[in-house]
């Protein structure tokens, strides 16, 4: 362990105590631990799950090797790093905390009374049941099931002399809530007097844009060309483009007449039907095309899917370079039935929405037709125009294609410079009252 406010003078002098994670068969809280020690002064708490929790047990591994003196080897042991963090009364509760989920994994919390001593404090879970009466060196597992309260009154009333004086040091430590609620009150009140709400409002504005910003391409707002704006190796890499030229050939060699029999087949979806009737006579260019239409129409048969259950989701021809892009980028690991599955969610699919448009602007010279991309991803028209927005489109009112859905009120998306400024969306809207 390491200690966040400096370093014990006595580390022998500390006892520590381990709680263990109840879920044994869920395969992330199985390794969950906390670990709680006291000193004289303070106690400190320190876990290795969580936002806070330290990056070098990740990136490493950590061994302790324990020597036997008498025959000269030595025991490697895998390790792990808390960093012990010191325990205020008005902070977080741990107790609370390990009430619900961790069990002790070492005898008791108070060996040295007995566990009939403290029925408040402790329940036994055995393989007897609930109510067994057990020996002080039984070594199973307890529930611990107290507030921080209560484990204080278990200290005054049998405690020892050195834990009945971190009680009175954290007791001497504590803040009262009103005073912090007055200091906070005064800070807030100070900051907005030296900002002002305005400027406040613009930072809030800001983080909500960022936020926003973690779900689409990455948009280059310094660019002098609107291609440079979500430049095209962010959506797909030299090495993936190259991965699609076998796939997309049968696209780019299609005639007339395999166009219409794949329409009335509705093979692909409406927006690469469509623009396979306009492809390019020039090889280079049409073999582009064909490698986006073929991406482009892979995302949104994509996001369709619920759970992705099978290894390979998209069907065999789909290179493996895609597959695993689509499986890194555009899902999320969920828990469920014993098992870790991808899922994509409502974020993944808006994550997808964004970059199916980004590509359909490269397709279309950088203006597209969002309604038709609305049916292609079944989406509310209120989705994917803020989807559009947040790209920084203009979204202006025109017709279809005939013979499309609603062919008379569709929304056209134009990326153009100088692009506008971001807006975080404003939320649900109001639902109109009903007379």
Same mark, same amino acid.
């Given at each position: 362990?390491?200690?966040?406010?400096?370093?014990?003078?006595? &580390? /022998?002098?500390?006892?520590?105590?381990?709680?263990?994670?109840?879920?044994?068969?869920?395969?992330?809280?199985?390794?969950?631990?906390?670990?709680?020690?006291?000193?004289?002064?303070?106690?400190?708490?320190?876990?290795?799950?969580?936002?806070?929790?330290?990056?070098?047990? #990740?990136?490493?591994?950590?061994?302790?090797?324990?020597?036997?003196?008498?025959?000269?080897?030595?025991?490697?042991?895998?390790?792990?790093?808390?960093? !012990?963090? &010191?325990?205020? #009364? %008005?902070?977080?509760?741990?107790?609370?905390?390990?009430?619900?989920?961790?069990?002790?994994?070492?005898?008791?919390?108070?060996?040295?009374?007995?566990?009939?001593?403290?029925?408040?404090?402790?329940?036994?879970?055995?393989?007897?049941?609930?109510?067994?009466?057990?020996?002080?060196?039984?070594?199973?597992?307890?529930?611990?099931?107290?507030?921080?309260? @209560?484990?204080?009154?278990?200290? /005054?009333?049998? %405690?020892?002399?050195?834990?009945?004086?971190?009680?009175? #040091?954290?007791?001497?430590?504590?803040?009262?809530?009103?005073?912090?609620?007055?200091?906070?009150?005064?800070?807030?009140?100070?900051? +907005?007097?030296?900002? %002002?709400?305005?400027?406040?409002? @613009?930072?809030?504005?800001?983080?909500?844009?960022?936020?926003?910003?973690?779900?689409?391409? &990455?948009?280059?707002?310094?660019?002098?060309?609107?291609?440079?704006?979500?430049?095209?190796?962010?959506?797909?890499? &030299?090495?993936?483009?190259?991965?699609?030229?076998?796939?997309?050939?049968?696209?780019?060699? +299609?005639?007339? /007449?395999?166009?219409?029999?794949?329409?009335?087949?509705?093979?692909?979806?409406?927006?690469?039907? /469509?623009?396979?009737?306009?492809?390019?006579?020039?090889?280079?260019?049409?073999?582009?095309?064909?490698?986006?239409?073929?991406?482009?129409?892979?995302?949104?048969?994509?996001?369709?899917?619920?759970?992705?259950?099978?290894?390979?989701?998209? %069907?065999?021809?789909?290179?493996? +370079?895609?597959?695993?892009?689509?499986?890194?980028?555009?899902?999320?690991?969920?828990?469920?039935?014993?098992?870790?599955?991808?899922?994509?969610?409502?974020?993944?699919?808006?994550?997808?929405?964004?970059?199916?448009?980004?590509?359909?602007?490269?397709?279309?010279?950088?203006?597209?037709?969002?309604?038709?991309?609305?049916?292609? !991803?079944?989406?509310?028209?209120?989705?994917?125009?803020? +989807?559009?927005?947040?790209?920084?489109?203009?979204?202006?009112?025109?017709?279809?294609?005939?013979?499309?859905?609603?062919? @008379?009120?569709?929304?056209?998306?134009?990326?153009?410079?100088?692009?506008?400024?971001?807006?975080?969306?404003?939320? @649900?809207?109001?639902?109109?009252?009903?007379?």
């Amino acid at each position: 362990v390491r200690f966040a406010n400096g370093r014990l003078r006595r &580390p /022998e002098s500390l006892r520590f105590t381990v709680y263990r994670n109840r879920d044994t068969a869920h395969p992330r809280k199985r390794h969950r631990r906390i670990l709680v020690s006291e000193t004289e002064r303070l106690c400190y708490v320190g876990h290795n799950f969580g936002s806070e929790v330290m990056k070098c047990n #990740s990136l490493c591994r950590y061994f302790v090797g324990v020597l036997d003196k008498n025959s000269g080897q030595m025991e490697v042991y895998n390790a792990e790093i808390f960093n !012990m963090q &010191p325990l205020l #009364s %008005g902070g977080k509760c741990w107790g609370s905390q390990l009430c619900s989920c961790f069990v002790l994994v070492i005898p008791a919390l108070f060996p040295w009374h007995g566990i009939r001593t403290i029925p408040s404090l402790l329940m036994l879970r055995g393989t007897a049941g609930e109510g067994s009466t057990v020996s002080p060196g039984w070594r199973g597992c307890f529930n611990v099931c107290s507030s921080l309260v @209560q484990m204080d009154l278990c200290i /005054e009333a049998f %405690g020892t002399s050195k834990q009945k004086r971190a009680l009175s #040091s954290r007791r001497m430590n504590a803040v009262g809530s009103d005073i912090v609620s007055t200091a906070v009150t005064k800070a807030a009140a100070n900051i +907005i007097d030296a900002k %002002g709400v305005t400027a406040l409002m @613009q930072d809030m504005a800001q983080d909500d844009v960022q936020n926003i910003s973690a779900f689409l391409p &990455p948009c280059h707002e310094d660019a002098d060309r609107p291609e440079h704006v979500y430049k095209f190796e962010d959506i797909l890499s &030299p090495t993936e483009y190259e991965a699609l030229r076998v796939p997309a050939a049968a696209l780019a060699s +299609i005639t007339a /007449e395999e166009v219409a029999k794949r329409t009335e087949e509705r093979s692909h979806c409406s927006f690469v039907l /469509e623009e396979l009737k306009f492809l390019p006579t020039d090889e280079r260019s049409r073999d582009h095309k064909a490698r986006c239409l073929w991406f482009l129409d892979t995302l949104i048969r994509f996001s369709h899917l619920k759970v992705i259950k099978k290894k390979h989701p998209m %069907g065999p021809e789909c290179p493996h +370079i895609i597959s695993r892009k689509l499986m890194k980028n555009f899902t999320s690991l969920t828990y469920n039935n014993g098992s870790i599955q991808n899922l994509i969610s409502a974020s993944m699919k808006a994550k997808i929405t964004a970059y199916v448009i980004a590509l359909a602007l490269h397709i279309n010279n950088f203006q597209t037709d969002l309604t038709v991309l609305q049916n292609d !991803m079944k989406l509310p028209e209120s989705r994917i125009l803020d +989807i559009a927005k947040a790209l920084r489109l203009r979204v202006s009112k025109a017709k279809g294609v005939p013979g499309l859905e609603n062919d @008379q009120n569709h929304k056209l998306g134009t990326l153009s410079l100088p692009l506008p400024m971001q807006k975080a969306p404003e939320g @649900q809207r109001k639902r109109k009252k009903m007379n």
